[in-house]
């Protein structure tokens, strides 16, 4: 047995579909397919339950899933342990992050860690935020950004930032001669928000509820870009994290006002599967992120 067969079938118990085993190992499904038969001729033993309609493992399919876990972690160990007696930073990490910390929290903290290490390679994937956990469970990625980040007991999270939530409107809506709003001032205006299920929505519609502030959204959408680009045809007013307009508020075309009453931040987590070996390079991308703030306030 190779340590690829023990990862392809992890992978498989884990995401519990041959599609996505094959996906994360760059295989055709078939493969995936025929590596698990490998498998249960090579232990003479049934490991999956081919008689169910959902994927479940044998009581000896899970025996062998929890021994590839051991030698997995530490095979991972100990390339992590080599890399780090060779002063070695390289490979890849991978990153899932939702579109608004991916494009505007995230660059300048990447721009920071390449120059500094040029020889690891940095990929990330933009997804909504429930979709970052599953990349996170599955170990399709090394980390996840979200906001607002909800516990998991399989999940590590660490403190990234927190972000100020502020009014956006058109320079020529009346609130962008104001200096600072009340909360209640913003049920009197087309209110723009994202959809129900993005943390921040959920987090704003918190708010309201704590004021006793009935507010019926006339757009809602699945992404930052989108909310700006509404608000900026004057369709609207939206609450939305600070650093994402900063350019727009540079360049003239979008408005900010504060909020008036307690500060209202949106924490940001870094999330990584719990018990995963991190190598040198992650580490250390780890201590960028944690390490310095490159936007300010």
Do not use: W
């Not at 590596?35 to 090579?42: G, I, P």
């Amino acid at each position: 047995m190779q340590i690829d067969n023990f990862k392809i079938f992890a992978d498989l118990v884990e995401t519990k579909s041959f599609s996505k085993a094959a996906r994360l190992n760059g295989v055709t499904q078939s493969a995936v397919s025929q590596q698990a038969r490998s498998m249960e001729k090579h232990f003479a033993a049934l490991l999956i339950d081919r008689s169910q309609k959902q994927f479940q493992l044998t009581r000896e399919g899970e025996r062998v899933y929890q021994s590839a876990k051991e030698i997995l972690h530490g095979y991972e160990k100990l390339l992590s342990e080599l890399m780090e007696m060779r002063k070695v930073i390289s490979g890849t990490i991978r990153i899932s992050t939702i579109y608004s910390i991916g494009l505007h929290e995230l660059p300048p903290y990447i721009k920071s860690f390449l120059t500094e290490f040029p020889n690891v390679n940095v990929r990330v994937e933009y997804r909504r935020s429930n979709l970052v956990y599953e990349d996170i469970l599955h170990n399709s990625v090394d980390f996840g950004l979200v906001a607002f980040p909800q516990k998991n007991r399989q999940i590590e999270i660490t403190d990234f930032r927190k972000d100020r939530l502020i009014t956006i409107c058109h320079p020529n809506n009346p609130l962008a001669r104001e200096s600072s709003l009340q909360l209640e001032t913003l049920a009197k205006h087309k209110f723009i928000s994202f959809d129900p299920d993005i943390p921040t929505r959920k987090a704003v519609d918190q708010m309201f509820k704590e004021q006793k502030i009935e507010i019926d959204p006339v757009m809602e959408f699945d992404n930052i870009e989108t909310v700006k680009r509404a608000v900026e045809i004057d369709a609207g007013i939206a609450i939305v994290p600070k650093a994402t307009v900063l350019q727009e508020i540079k360049q003239g075309t979008l408005c900010a006002i504060p909020i008036d009453g307690p500060t209202f931040d949106r924490p940001l987590g870094i999330l990584h599967r719990k018990g995963r070996v991190l190598t040198p390079a992650m580490k250390k991308f780890i201590d960028i992120l944690t390490g310095q703030d490159l936007l300010g306030d």
